[in-house]
């Protein structure tokens, strides 16, 4: 799902219902836009961090207080221990269709 390539694959990321996570992945919801290219998310437990929302995804779709995003955590320790207060990027936006599908789910 993790396609590298144009806005074409980013599309097409979307249309798709089952979503599989990645190692180092999860599913988070937006809290407030920050402005720019920065968003903060909050996870299951209710922690809150700060995002990077990549500038390819940014032109072709938009979120809003309450969407959820598919974001990777792979570097979050590390950025957190240099003094970085952005932990992690969105890797995807998530549509109503696909946290239905999610809900619906045993995972």
Known sequence: MAMRGGRKNLKRATEEKHIT???GQGIMQ???LRGANII???????????ALFP????KSMW??????VVVDESGKEKALESGS???CL????????QVRELEKSPE
Do not use: Y
């Open 21 to 23: 996570l990645q190692d």
């Open 40 to 50: 903060e998310v909050m996870d299951a437990s209710g922690n809150k961090l700060l």
């Open 30 to 32: 937006v809290v407030s």
């Open 63 to 68: 979120i809003k207080r309450g969407s959820f």
């Open 90 to 97: 969105v890797s995807q936006v998530l549509f109503s269709k």
């Open 85 to 87: 207060k952005v932990a």
């Open 55 to 58: 500038a390819k995804i940014q």
